[in-house]
């Protein structure tokens, strides 16, 4: 019952999105402003993405695989997610779900699925990486969400902060047109993940990154999505 009520939402999902390459609620404005309004005017950005329905390459880098495949992906807001992946030919490598709290996989090759939490951190990740798919939900669009702590402490580089020496996060702007460039996340002062985010254009006024990394330094993994 679960696996056919996640696959209805699946298919609902593309039912959604199937005609609009992005859907938004309205055009965002940029104001020239002090930087420290950057959170405010990047959340605005974030909101008005409603849908967004695109074809992506993706490439994996890790120790236990190399190699890329084109994806279709289809984001429906605030938090689901679908991707399927092809190999050459067209080959059909399989399908993604990624919802609130869950997430289920299909893998073609031995016609299986399988569903768990997104808390769990040993199955919930991203093929043969430790990528985690909350990660690539959340980055896959250009815009992470924010926590509520966020502050200005270096306005001359555009450095943000949030968290503690505990848990911290780091978020690299552009000065010049407020477009996110990196997010760094440590703990215990050591940068476990790196988002990086590139090669913006507009879309319907809204700016969107073309390139995506998402690098995990100490397993010398990364999943690139352009």
Not at 39 to 46: A, D, G, L, V, W
Not at 88 to 95: H, S, T
Not at 102 to 107: A, D, G
Not at 166 to 189: A, H, P
């Amino acid at each position: 019952m679960r696996c056919n009520t996640i696959r209805f939402s699946a298919i609902l999902l593309i039912m959604v999105l199937g005609c609009s390459s992005t859907a938004l609620r309205q055009k965002p404005s940029f104001v020239e402003a002090s930087l420290e309004q950057w959170p405010e005017y990047y959340s605005k950005n974030r909101d008005n993405i409603l849908t967004m329905k695109s074809e992506a390459v993706i490439t994996l880098e890790s120790p236990a695989i190399a190699g890329n495949f084109t994806a279709e992906m289809l984001y429906g807001a605030p938090d689901t997610l679908f991707l399927k992946a092809e190999g050459p030919l067209g080959i059909d490598l399989g399908k993604t779900f990624i919802g609130r709290k869950r997430f289920i996989l299909y893998n073609q090759f031995n016609n299986t699925f399988f569903s768990g939490s997104l808390n769990d951190k040993y199955y919930s990740t991203f093929l043969e990486t430790d990528v985690a798919l909350n990660d690539i939900k959340e980055t896959i669009i250009g815009y992470p969400p924010l926590p509520g702590n966020i502050r200005l402490i270096d306005e001359k580089h555009g450095i943000f902060m949030t968290g503690t020496d505990v848990g911290k996060k780091r978020y690299v702007v552009n000065t010049k047109n407020w477009q996110l460039e990196s997010i760094e996340i440590f703990k215990n002062d050591r940068m476990v993940i790196k988002q990086e985010f590139e090669r913006y254009t507009s879309e319907q006024g809204i700016p969107i990154p073309r390139l995506i990394r998402i690098i995990l330094p100490h397993k010398k993994e990364m999943v690139a999505i352009y």
